[in-house]
Structure formats: C-alpha cells, structure tokens
C-alpha cells in the first residue's frame, strides 16, 4: 500500500480508528501486519466499519476490501 500512497489522509479524516499519517507522510494501517509475500498491510475485521468508506475515497486506489 505505502508504495501508491500520496498521503492525502482522506483515510485517516472518514477512518481515524484504522488509518493514520505518519511522518513519512504516508497513511499507515494501525494494527496491521505486513504480508512479505503479498507486500501489503493485512488486518482481518469482522465489521469493516469505515474502511470501505476509506477504500472508495482513495484518490489512487491503494486500499482494498478483500
């Protein structure tokens, strides 16, 4: 996800309880765990509250609801 991400936080403004910037300025999964095969951040839900809300909003579309 960090290599497509542009840092608008709209991830972080509709879903604080998920997502946050860093001083990377990159938007960061909080407690998710990092697939090497896959190379993507992984948190497994079983609402997913605002996180499609953040996936449909991503200017460039690096977060998926799988």
């Not at 090497?36 to 996180?51: F, V």
């Amino acid at each position: 996800m960090h290599e497509g991400c542009i840092g608008c936080g709209t991830c972080a403004a509709l879903c604080p309880k998920f997502w946050e910037l860093k001083d990377d300025g990159k938007a960061h999964l909080k407690g998710g765990k990092f697939d090497e095969e896959k190379k993507e951040y992984e948190l497994e839900l079983d609402e997913l509250e605002c996180n499609q809300e953040a996936a449909d909003s991503c200017p460039v579309q690096v977060i998926r609801i799988e």
